[in-house]
């Protein structure tokens, strides 16, 4: 029985082990399945069977995990080993998980002390991300010790709480595997050999690196070698990444020819001769990137050689996803060549706004700048706003000094300016311009003291820009050979769009001008217009050509318009109750009002009226009228007439700097008593009426009167009293007394005179005198020559005038 019953159980267990094996796949996925599903893991395919050896051998397994797939074919497994023939490894996107934020925590593996070693004859991973699959071999040659080999050659040794070895890498790999559209990494070769460790929580990277970025455009090459030691730390938690840089050596070398990038121009040699060609880069001894946030705490770019460059910038933090939105950082920049004595660069970036100052010092101005200059200063200082794409907000400042600087035929001393360049949120613009100095020379111009300010405002918005401009200038003298300026004052205002329209007041030597303008690029039309205004101050201008010249008395005003650009202008100027002394000669009360033309270097003035009330010179000359007009240059004098010695007087022309002419003076109705009794001293009193012509020559600077002549008209008389010369002539020439004694009263029935003046004064006259002594009934015909210097009885007359002594002494104290 017992027997029986044994035969059945073990009929039974064989069954049950049999229809176990047949339906092995479907027991396994029913038993295996759902704890692997605990895990994440999906077991989507297992074929596996025991061979005769009793060892199970798989040939496809197909598990999922997070959205990675991996499968695994020619699977042997025993007590000993565990080899894979292949293993293909799919990496896609991770999905979305609440358990995103959970913190990683430190590895605790429950690693078996005794268990099959892992053998992965070829592992292929394939990405998205990859150019082209990675392949590599794994083995394990010792429990927990791994070797890896193929695209990527490492070591890796497992413990219960740290996973650590270490790996080699090259450019090669990186080429091939990388799937990225940058030509630029065909240039880049490096190698390094890597130590890692990973705890769970952080993993430590740490060994040598060489790498080399050889760039070439067109014919310019740059080379970036960087050796040395690199640590690298990641902490899962903290998702902070932390580069040790320090033991870095970065150099970076340009070819010469790289200098031709530079835009040609006429600096281009200059900045070609400044640009270092080796650098050195210095780099912190940590840089961290934590959550999207960069810190890097000092870069140093140093160039080597005698162009001695030195740019630091520290302290920087800023969001790689949004570079420019929260940037911080700190820059110093020193610059030294042998062109350049010092340029001091400080600035600090916060976000889009930037700070700073700046100076640079040169002893000499560049070469391609046409001047030369020394001691040139330039400093500053900026706070900008809003400046990376968008127009920037706050100011720009700049001082610029300079000992001397000549450019263009201008030789300036001790010359200093202040811009300051401002803009608000409104894009609302203003410039301003304060410039000094000392003193400037053009040619034979030379200028003193110059102080100008000038404020330029306009909105920068949408439309067409428009630029308010102000403007004062002071200054103390401008002097040259021919004329003399004091006490310059102009205050200008002018509008700037597509062409400028301005106009400036100003105040020169206390002559008042106003002068508005238009400049176009196809005309520059202009005013002047000079206000109702004293004479007095053209005094400065007048003693410079003719310093014994002075106006005493008068107003004057005008109104000029042209085009600049045309060289051709109108103009209307009045003069009224203008006076005027020249040495001793004094006239008074002088109307004009002319108007003309200048036009290609010719000025014109229409015939015009002048009413002069009074001249005084010794004799007195009243109700001056006539006409003066300019053609072409040359002024002309005509149709003058007058009153003097109590008669009427005309002059008929006179060509104002023309050498050589003759000018007609006639002479009606002269009243001889005034005439003859110039000198009241002299005893002698004519009465009677005169007549004359007398022809003026001008010849190269020389007036002389040749074949004038004198004449009564109607009759007059002669009485001699008391004259020295006549009674000493009487008195030595016993004989004449007779014929003498004659022109003591004598009534005159006709006097002819020849009139002849030297250049030198001398006057001549040859008097031909017929009348009748009715004291002794007896006709008179007389004959007698007369030379007298006119020059120095005029002078004496002049002397002897109380109103012109008045005037000039009222004059004397109103110049003091």
Same mark, same amino acid.
Do not use: C, W
């Given at each position: 029985m017992f027997k029986r019953i044994g035969l059945i159980v073990g009929v039974l267990l064989l069954s049950t082990l049999l229809l176990s094996y047949v339906f092995r796949l479907p027991l396994l996925q029913w038993a295996i399945a759902p704890e692997l599903e605990k895990a994440g893991v999906t077991l989507n395919c297992l074929d596996f069977s025991i061979t005769s050896s009793l060892n199970i051998h798989a040939d496809k397994v197909c598990v999922n995990y997070q959205n990675q797939q991996l499968q695994l074919t020619g699977i042997t497994a025993n007590t000993k080993r565990v080899d894979i023939e292949n293993a293909v490894l799919t990496v896609n996107p991770l999905p979305k998980s609440d358990n995103a934020n959970q913190?990683?925590?430190?590895?605790?593996?429950?690693?078996?002390?005794?268990?099959?070693?892992?053998?992965?004859?070829?592992?292929?991973?394939?990405?998205?991300?990859?150019?082209?699959?990675?392949?590599?071999?794994?083995?394990?040659?010792?429990?927990?010790?791994?070797?890896?080999?193929?695209?990527?050659?490492?070591?890796?040794?497992?413990?219960?709480?740290?996973?650590?070895?270490?790996?080699?890498?090259?450019?090669?790999? $990186?080429?091939?595997?990388?799937?990225?559209?940058?030509?630029?990494?065909?240039?880049?070769?490096?190698?390094?050999?890597?130590? =890692?460790?990973?705890?769970?929580?952080?993993?430590?990277?740490?060994?040598?690196?060489?790498?080399?970025?050889?760039?070439?455009?067109e014919q310019y090459k740059v080379n970036v070698l960087t050796t040395g030691k690199l640590a690298t730390r990641f902490n899962l938690n903290s998702q902070a990444l932390v580069f040790n840089t320090d033991l870095l050596n970065n150099k970076i070398n340009l070819t010469p020819s790289c200098t031709e990038l530079i835009p040609p121009s006429e600096y281009a040699g200059f900045i070609s001769k400044q640009v270092p060609l080796n650098w050195q880069l210095k780099l912190p001894q940590s840089i961290r990137l934590e959550a999207s946030e960069l810190r890097v705490p000092a870069i140093n770019l140093v160039s080597v050689g005698d162009k001695q460059f030195d740019i630091l910038i520290t302290d920087t933090t800023l969001n790689i996803t949004s570079p420019f939105k929260d940037l911080q950082s700190t820059l110093s920049a020193q610059i030294n060549t042998p062109n350049i004595n010092n340029i001091n660069v400080n600035a600090q970036l916060s976000g889009a706004a930037i700070k700073g100052d700046y100076a640079v010092m040169l002893e000499n101005l560049p070469e391609f700048v046409p001047a030369t200059a020394d001691g $040139?200063?330039?400093?500053?200082?900026?706070?900008?706003?809003? =400046?990376?794409?968008?127009?920037?907000?706050?100011?720009?400042?700049?001082?610029?000094?300079?000992?001397?600087?000549?450019? =263009?035929?201008?030789?300036?001393?001790?010359?200093?300016?202040?811009?300051?360049?401002?803009?608000?949120?409104?894009?609302?613009?203003?410039?301003? $311009?304060?410039?000094?100095?000392?003193?400037?020379?053009?040619?034979?111009?030379?200028?003193?003291?110059? @102080?100008?300010?000038?404020?330029?405002?306009?909105?920068?918005?949408?439309?067409?820009?428009?630029?308010?401009?102000?403007?004062?200038?002071?200054?103390?003298?401008?002097?040259?050979?021919?004329?003399?300026?004091?006490?310059?004052?102009?205050?200008?205002?002018?509008?700037? @769009?597509?062409?400028?329209?301005?106009?400036?007041?100003?105040?020169?030597?206390?002559?008042? $001008?106003?002068?508005?303008?238009?400049?176009?690029?196809?005309?520059h039309p202009f005013e002047v217009i000079i206000p109702e205004q004293s004479t007095l101050p053209l005094n400065a201008f007048i003693s410079q050509f003719e310093p014994l010249a002075q106006l005493t008395e008068g107003e004057f005003n005008g109104y000029i318009s042209g085009d600049i650009n045309l060289q051709n202008a109108l103009f209307n100027i009045g003069i009224s109750h203008a006076s005027a002394l020249y040495n001793d000669y004094l006239a008074s009360d002088l109307n004009s009002t002319f108007s003309g033309e200048y036009n290609s270097g010719k000025l014109n003035v229409k015939p015009t009226t002048f009413n002069l009330n009074e001249f005084r010179a010794g004799a007195v000359v009243k109700a001056i009228e006539g006409q003066w007009q300019v053609n072409s240059n040359t002024a002309l004098i005509n149709d003058v007439k007058g009153s003097v010695f109590g008669g009427e007087f005309s002059l008929d022309s006179y060509t104002v700097g023309k050498p050589n002419q003759v000018a007609n003076v006639k002479f009606e109705n002269i009243d001889a008593s005034k005439l003859v009794t110039l000198d009241d001293k002299s005893g002698i009193v004519l009465t009677g009426r005169l007549a004359g012509s007398l022809p003026v020559h001008f010849d190269s600077g020389k007036i002389e009167i040749i074949d004038g002549s004198l004449f009564s008209q109607g009759t007059g008389n002669l009485k001699i009293t008391n004259n020295a010369a006549f009674d000493s002539v009487m008195q030595q020439q016993q004989e004449l007394q007779p014929v003498l004694g004659l022109l003591t009263n004598l009534d005159i029935q006709k006097l002819n005179s020849s009139v002849a003046l030297k250049n030198d004064g001398w006057l001549k006259l040859g008097v031909n005198l017929q009348g009748y002594n009715k004291a002794e009934q007896q006709q008179v015909n007389f004959n007698y020559n007369h030379e007298e210097n006119v020059f120095t009885l005029l002078r004496a007359l002049r002397l002897s005038d109380e109103i012109t002594q008045k005037v000039e002494q009222q004059y004397s104290q109103k110049g003091n």
């Open positions: 913190l990683a925590k430190n590895l605790d593996l429950a690693l078996p002390l005794n268990r099959p070693l892992i053998n992965i004859k070829q592992l292929v991973v394939k990405s998205d991300e990859l150019n082209k699959p990675l392949k590599i071999s794994i083995l394990e040659p010792e429990l927990n010790k791994f070797n890896v080999s193929g695209d990527i050659n490492a070591s890796a040794i497992l413990t219960a709480n740290k996973v650590r070895g270490q790996f080699e890498i090259n450019d090669t790999f $990186l080429k091939h595997v990388i799937n990225t559209k940058n030509t630029l990494i065909a240039d880049f070769n490096f190698n390094t050999q890597q130590a =890692f460790s990973f705890d769970g929580i952080e993993l430590e990277l740490n060994g040598d690196i060489s790498s080399q970025f050889a760039h070439t455009y $040139l200063s330039l400093s500053g200082h900026f706070n900008i706003s809003e =400046f990376i794409d968008s127009k920037p907000i706050g100011l720009i400042n700049a001082k610029l000094t300079l000992n001397s600087v000549d450019a =263009f035929d201008i030789s300036a001393v001790q010359y200093q300016g202040d811009l300051t360049a401002k803009m608000d949120k409104q894009l609302n613009a203003e410039v301003t $311009l304060t410039q000094q100095l000392k003193s400037a020379e053009y040619k034979e111009f030379k200028v003193t003291d110059i @102080s100008n300010t000038l404020t330029a405002n306009a909105n920068l918005g949408v439309g067409e820009l428009f630029a308010d401009l102000t403007a004062k200038t002071n200054i103390k003298a401008v002097n040259s050979p021919d004329i003399k300026l004091n006490n310059i004052k102009i205050e200008s205002t002018g509008l700037q @769009s597509r062409a400028l329209k301005a106009t400036h007041h100003a105040f020169i030597n206390d002559v008042e $001008l106003v002068i508005n303008h238009h400049v176009s690029s196809q005309a």
